[in-house]
């Protein structure tokens, strides 16, 4: 990419990897919770999680690497690549707290005590009594099953209630808990109260979405990373997808399934606009002015520069710029800019890009306006 083309790739980088200005994100998280999702971790450890991984790509394939594999020399460093190439998903791991890679294995989760790495679970079953069960001193059954794929391995005390309620036993010895809940559901709904195990696989259900959603965050921010040029975050972003699904797979059977389809799509975008004329701007703020716009007659750049017309408009923003200029003695550009952040909802380079074509116009009328002048004398 060029440089300007490389402005507007970054000008386009929504940050969703920053999960507090993440609305979408925190919404969503926020009603998961309310339907009965347990977290044991805050927003500030998913972006820990995010952080570690992407300071590790950037450590593991540094810019001076990616430059020797783009055809570039260097007499200095070129031996050392090779340990860096070596580092393994194990070694980063072994950087993490245990909470980031409970995080990351995402396993069942027991509702009665334990903690997040534990190997198995157990899950209470209460019985829907009926008077007869030679059970009724005991109310409940419990399984166990690999807290990891979900698999039973005890489940003797739900055989037994099985037969004494004369119903065919499961038979199934690779039988896991998502099967288990289908049978219960389907076969033993009148007999087995399964809420319990619908919460647990609800649980694991949000974890394992949350693990995916978090991951490709972190492709983003490797991919727009401006410690580096935007192909250099697309190849460790690339990377980095392609090694954790293998690692995963390979060394703890967890099928991952990230996706590079965003990052392909933003990287293979045109990035390459012309600029906008301030006469063309002045044409399309009058077209704004006058309730004229039809999409039809605007081009790409044209309607760019037309969304933000619209969101912040020109005599809004010349009255706030007029303001700040009475008062710049008192508030700085920062601030000023931060309190259009926030009346506009928009982003600092929204915010920034449209000051700019806003004083573009301003010197622009002033400098027809002195033409004007200058022929009228």
């Not at 009594?129 to 005890?154: C, Q």
């Not at 931060?338 to 009328?365: A, H, T």
């Amino acid at each position: 990419m060029t440089l300007s083309e490389a402005k507007n790739f970054y000008r386009e980088d929504e940050k969703k990897y920053e999960l507090k200005e993440n609305k979408q994100f925190r919404t969503w998280f926020n009603k998961i919770k309310k339907n009965g999702y347990r977290t044991y971790f805050e927003l500030d450890d998913l972006q820990v999680l995010i952080n570690t991984i992407v300071n590790w790509y950037e450590l593991k394939y540094p810019n001076r690497a990616l430059d020797i594999e783009y055809g570039k020399k260097d007499i200095y460093f070129n031996k050392f690549q090779s340990e860096f190439n070596s580092l393994s998903i194990n070694d980063l791991l072994y950087h993490m707290s245990n909470k980031s890679i409970s995080i990351l294995e995402a396993r069942y989760r027991s509702l009665i005590g334990g903690n997040n790495q534990d190997r198995a679970i157990n899950i209470r079953l209460p019985l829907k009594m009926d008077g007869n069960s030679t059970y009724f001193k005991n109310p409940e059954l419990f399984i166990s099953a690999d807290s990891l794929t979900g698999r039973i391995y005890d489940n003797n005390n739900l055989e037994e209630y099985l037969n004494d309620k004369s119903i065919n036993i499961i038979d199934d010895e690779d039988l896991d808990l998502i099967s288990l809940y289908k049978v219960l559901n389907n076969k033993y709904k009148d007999d087995i109260d399964s809420n319990n195990l619908s919460l647990t696989l609800y649980i694991h259900d949000c974890d394992e979405l949350i693990r995916k959603y978090i991951l490709e965050l972190v492709a983003l921010k490797l991919l727009y990373s401006k410690n580096t040029y935007p192909e250099y975050g697309y190849v460790r972003a690339k990377r980095f997808i392609d090694e954790f699904n293998l690692a995963f797979f390979l060394e703890k059977n967890i099928n991952l399934n990230l996706s590079s389809k965003e990052i392909d799509e933003i990287i293979s975008k045109n990035y390459h606009k012309e600029k906008i004329t301030v006469s063309r701007m002045i044409e399309i703020e009058n077209d704004i002015k006058n309730e004229k716009t039809d999409l039809k007659q605007y081009n790409k750049n044209d309607l760019d520069y037309l969304s933000l017309a619209f969101k912040m408009p020109y005599n809004d923003l010349l009255q706030e710029i007029n303001i700040y200029h009475d008062e710049r003695f008192f508030v700085d550009g920062l601030t000023f800019i931060k309190m259009l952040m926030k009346k506009y909802e928009s982003s600092e380079e929204e915010v920034r890009s449209r000051l700019i074509d806003v004083q573009s116009i301003i010197k622009y009328d002033k400098k027809m306006n002195s033409k004007i002048l200058k022929k009228r004398s």
